[in-house]
């Protein structure tokens, strides 16, 4: 059985860090990419970013990028995704899912995904 499971998210200041960890387990994510996902309250979900787990590749939503940071673990099938200089516009529910690399549509599409954890709050206050 595939599991995802996120941890590391809580409560921040505008400004701080946060790093939080997506462990796999059931299969081998060799040809896969994990990405993360992030929803907002009476917002869409949305992608942050993704690391095909083969090339270390990496994928970043505009939002995020320069500020986030995803890397993978293979010794630990653990992908993290560390996330400085946080505004309050970051608070969300972070959830990291897991696609077949052999799938088509773009890597930040959800769609494409077919696993996902059961997600992580992140809160940044201001």
């Known amino acids: 059985q ?6 590391g998210g ?6 701080d860090s946060v790093r939080l960890s997506c462990a796999t387990s059931g299969r081998t994510f060799s040809s896969y990419y994990v990405g993360w996902f992030r929803q907002a309250p009476g917002k869409e979900r949305e992608f942050v970013a993704a ?20 890397s993978r673990d293979t010794a630990k ?11 309050p516009e970051d608070t969300a529910v ?14 930040y599409s959800s769609r494409r995904y077919s696993y996902w954890g059961q997600g992580t709050q992140v809160t940044v206050s201001s």
């Open 2 to 7: 595939v599991q995802l499971i996120e941890s």
């Open 10 to 15: 809580g409560l921040v200041q505008a400004g």
């Open 51 to 70: 690391i095909s787990w083969s090339s270390g590749n990496t994928y970043y939503a505009d939002s995020v990028k320069g500020r986030f940071t995803i």
């Open 77 to 87: 099938n653990t992908v993290y995704l560390q996330t400085n200089s946080l505004k």
């Open 94 to 107: 972070y959830y990291c899912a897991a696609s077949s690399e052999f799938l088509g549509g773009p890597v």
